[in-house]
């Protein structure tokens, strides 16, 4: 039985954050006024409170923070070990993702190494999930 992931209920708010990756985006919303990005999505600043936010298009580069590898299998089908991780996004200051680190074998992965966003498809969500940049 193959593992499958729960997936997020897609609203007005989230749809481009978890849709994003059909186009290889990884989409964070934004402030127009203030420039601050918002993470998790919301339809109002967190620090100008304005609500003229859109999602915005980052690189998806960024560097692990902290992780945890997991060897619990919680599911059916879960591979184990994997790893767990905090990613800070290197273009959009003051947010952190997390995910699994993937492509990487578990004690390969370390705070501070440099990663870059890959998008796993199940349904109509695209999951950011990281791996070592090259």
Known sequence: MAFTRILP???STNRDFWTGGAQGELRIMQCQDCKT????????????????????????????DTYVINYQPWAP????????????LDDAPGVIITSDIIGTPVDDVDIGMKVQVTFLQQEDVWLPLFEKAA
């Open 37 to 64: 990005h918002i993470h998790p999505p919301t339809l109002v600043c967190r620090h100008c409170l304005s609500d003229n936010v859109a999602p915005h298009a980052v690189s998806g580069a960024g560097q692990v």
């Open 9 to 11: 209920n897609l609203n």
């Open 77 to 88: 089908g879960m591979e184990v070990p994997f790893v767990v991780a905090r990613v800070a």
